[in-house]
């Protein structure tokens, strides 16, 4: 990332805040990745908490409904 955006993006705290939660949720789908089957993980393309809901957005609706039976593996 060049320096003046890195600066910028600091400087203004929407845009830190909203770094921020970026970054939160990275790290949370990186954690639900390596939760999952690795056939399955690199179509698991978003992770985002909501109060006690985990929302996980896939590629297709297809590999929705392989996320949506991991659901057990997932919650414990």
Do not use: F, K, N
């Not at 393309?45 to 809901?53: E, K």
């Not at 590629?59 to 929705?64: I, L, R």
């Amino acid at each position: 990332m060049p320096d003046p955006l890195r600066h910028y993006l600091r400087s203004h705290p929407p845009l830190r805040q909203l770094r921020t939660r970026l970054q939160e949720q990275q790290r949370l789908l990186q954690q639900v990745q390596h939760w999952l089957p690795a056939s399955l993980s690199s179509h698991c393309h978003s992770a985002v908490l909501q109060q006690t809901r985990l929302i996980l957005a896939a590629d297709s609706p297809v590999w929705a409904t392989q996320l949506r039976y991991q659901t057990p593996a997932l919650l414990h």
